[in-house]
T-cell receptor, first 113, second 114 residues
Framework: EAGVAQSPRYKIIEKRQSVAFWCNPISGHATLYWYQQILGQGPKLLIQFQNNGVVDDSQLPKDRFSAERLKGVDSTLKIQPAKLEDSAVYLC???????????FGEGSRLTVL | AQSVTQLGSHVSVSEGALVLLRCNYSSSVPPYLFWYVQYPNQGLQLLLKYTSAATLVKGINGFEAEFKKSETSFHLTKPSAHMSDAAEYFCAVSVRGGADGLTFGKGTHLIIQP
């Protein structure tokens, strides 16, 4: 069974530029999560989707971050414009059902200069 | 709101020694508790989880954890450390039956000395 796929693995941009991350969850998984993991900290939930609807985006900085999950499968997380403090690893996770085990991708590491 | 505190950002043990990673939680409702492991440049992998059944939970790779409500703790143990156990370990809590996203602690880096 293929795992959660994320791309790109690494991205370096300058502040005020934009960036987008892509996530393909495990086939059939209805719930998808985006987490932000800053160096030395635990992952922080940014947004949770159930199929293509948003369940929780209370910690998403909506002035610069946006996310969508079209057709309830793939998801894209966008940052525009990026700030230095956005440097982090962005982890995507999926689960079969809303209370099920989370499976994580390898993450996308963003460096903002 | 729920939270997790992991005591010790770094823990060093000798190969073959007992591993003990500490986790305390705060939750106003009965929690679901999890331990995840993260190897360098990889995503997180579930080690074990507590979901209000048996208080002693066994996981993969010989790890186990005990839920102690009176101490609001969920410490992770392994009787004998192996070099391959060197990694970052995260404790996490969820409420509402685990239906919502997890709240993670800051992590503990486990170092295994030969």
């Amino acid at each position: 069974e293929a795992g959660v796929a994320q791309s790109p693995r690494y991205k370096i941009i300058e502040k005020r530029q934009s960036v987008a991350f892509w996530c393909n969850p495990i086939s059939g998984h209805a719930t998808l999560y985006w987490y932000q993991q800053i160096l030395g900290q635990g992952p922080k939930l940014l947004i949770q989707f159930q199929n293509n609807g948003v369940v929780d985006d209370s910690q998403l900085p909506k002035d610069r971050f946006s996310a969508e999950r079209l057709k309830g499968v793939d998801s894209t997380l966008k940052i525009q414009p990026a700030k230095l403090e956005d440097s982090a690893v962005y982890l995507c996770a999926s689960s079969l059902v809303r209370a099920g085990e989370l499976f994580f991708g390898e993450g996308s590491r963003l460096t903002v200069l | 709101a729920q939270s997790v505190t992991q005591l010790g950002s770094h823990v060093s043990v000798s190969e073959g020694a007992l591993v003990l990673l500490r986790c305390n939680y705060s939750s106003s409702v009965p929690p679901y508790l999890f331990w995840y492991v993260q190897y360098p440049n990889q995503g997180l992998q579930l080690l074990l989880k507590y979901t209000s059944a048996a208080t002693l939970v066994k996981g993969i790779n010989g790890f186990e954890a005990e839920f102690k409500k009176s101490e609001t703790s969920f410490h992770l143990t392994k009787p004998s450390a192996h070099m391959s156990d060197a990694a970052e370990y995260f404790c996490a809590v969820s409420v509402r039956g685990g239906a919502d996203g997890l709240t993670f602690g800051k992590g503990t880096h486990l170092i295994i000395q030969p």
